[in-house]
């Protein structure tokens, strides 16, 4: 009951801070431009900052080998996640032009806007290390594979071969760089400056408020009296918050203590949280640029915004 409160309480404030965020969106407070400029001050500055801090404050030069074993089972839930979907994209006959939203939805979660405000509430910074671990494994598989699927789904293109190009520069964006800097500053051994160390501080608190903030905008603008739950949303839903979550479930709760596979208590509720996170915010841009369902990919991302609010309790009370 304890845990059950807690996360009710941390949801609370998650939830109330999106609020704030769509109403004065709705009052006309914020211009249209707004939300893409929030949205790059998140992503290009405060979020490196807040990595690269929390690297130094949380990582040993000791640990770093244990931390980037705990890849794989991230690793192992994305991809079995993908298999699924890919069953079923082929079971129910999803239609071009959805497939490759389909598949990301359930494989893919919003890491950056609500995945990670959602564990600094939950756990505080002593999971952070954690979190970027899984960070790393959602950035990769978005943008190395979740882009080919969907431009692999464009309805227009006659030749679908010419849609696999792999995105290499989004491979690298930049709170991975601020991951890989961290890094690297960490094993030279040198302590930071005072005076960089608490501007990097500041910088990075405004991660979680400037986050939120930005996905209560993108409701208002998103028009909540839109949505729409047909079956193809209805079973990328499931697979979001259903299927992807039991997958990290297992491999967590069942699979590593009966293989001797060490994962430490923290970082195994923080994977199955961040596995129930929302789909990508992103999505309704990647697939515009494809000749998708547009309208298809932001109803989803809207709708997994709003169900993940009673999701997350209850993840947590399976986390323990």
Do not use: C
């Not at 000791?62 to 994305?78: D, K, T, Y």
């Not at 494989?107 to 960070?135: E, H, K, W």
């Not at 995105?167 to 030279?188: D, H, S």
């Not at 515009?288 to 993840?315: C, K, M, Q, R, W």
Request: charged content about 10%.
């Amino acid at each position: 009951m304890g845990a059950f409160i807690s996360s009710i309480s941390s949801i609370t404030v998650i939830v109330l801070i999106m609020l704030l965020g769509y109403s004065l969106r709705i009052k006309g407070w914020f211009a249209d431009s707004f939300s893409g400029n929030i949205s790059k001050l998140t992503t290009q500055i405060a979020l490196p900052a807040s990595i690269f801090i929390s690297v130094q404050n949380n990582l040993t030069r000791g640990s770093l080998p244990r931390l980037f074993e705990n890849l794989l089972s991230p690793a192992l839930g994305v991809g079995i996640s993908y298999f699924i979907a890919y069953l079923l994209v082929k079971a129910v006959r999803v239609p071009v032009g959805r497939r490759g939203t389909f598949m990301n939805v359930i494989a893919n979660a919003n890491t950056i806007f609500i995945g990670m405000p959602l564990n600094i509430a939950l756990f505080g910074n002593r999971a952070m290390p954690y979190f970027l671990v899984y960070y790393i494994v959602n950035t990769v598989s978005t943008w190395a594979l979740g882009v080919f699927l969907i431009k692999n789904d464009d309805p227009m293109q006659e030749n679908p071969a010419k849609g696999r190009k792999l995105e290499w520069k989004k491979l690298l964006p930049a709170p991975l760089v601020g991951f890989i800097f961290a890094i690297a500053w960490l094993l030279t051994g040198w302590q930071l400056p005072t005076f960089a160390s608490q501007f990097l501080t500041y910088v990075g608190n405004l991660v979680t408020p400037l986050a939120l903030i930005y996905i209560g905008i993108v409701l208002a603008d998103s028009g909540l009296s839109h949505i729409r739950i047909d079956r193809d949303s209805l079973l990328a839903l499931i697979g979001r918050f259903i299927i992807a979550p039991a997958i990290m479930i297992l491999l967590i709760k069942v699979i590593a203590p009966a293989t001797s596979w060490s994962v430490p208590d923290l970082m195994g509720r923080t994977f199955i949280v961040q596995s129930g996170t929302p789909a990508l915010a992103v999505l309704p841009v990647l697939v515009n640029e494809s000749h998708g369902d547009v309208d298809y990919a932001t109803n989803l991302v809207v709708l997994s915004t709003l169900v993940f609010i009673v999701v997350i309790p209850v993840l947590m009370i399976i986390a323990g």
